[in-house]
């Protein structure tokens, strides 16, 4: 998996980077616990990545050797990325989705109060 990948799964399973207790010297590093890499590992997420990925390599591939019908094929069956499950998963309740929605409005306010400039 990519560290592309990888920092996009985090985003959307909520998945932050901690500060250990005690500071490792050299450059600036990012540590994820254990648990939470096992919890990403585990996520049905990960294998639709990593199936999306090998349909774009084919397509490539054929794409290469010349064979467009075949590469319209692999990125026509291009499996899709369903994120049903990560919203029920944190918000599990309309309240619980309407605690978390006064964030985004305070932040559209104050995108709007800003002046604008070229």
Known sequence: MSL????RLCILKGVYPRE?????????????????????????????????KVHIKKAKRAKKLGDDSKAAGYIKR?????????????????TDAIRDLDDALCLINLFACLPSHR
């Open 4 to 7: 592309k990948d990888f920092r």
């Open 20 to 52: 250990p207790k005690k500071k490792f010297e050299g450059n600036n590093k990012t540590y994820y616990s254990k648990k939470d890499i096992n919890f990403l590992a585990h996520d049905k997420i990960l294998s639709t990545l990593l199936e999306i």
């Open 78 to 94: 291009k499996p899709k990325l369903e994120l049903s499950h990560i919203v029920k998963e944190r918000y599990p309740s309309f």
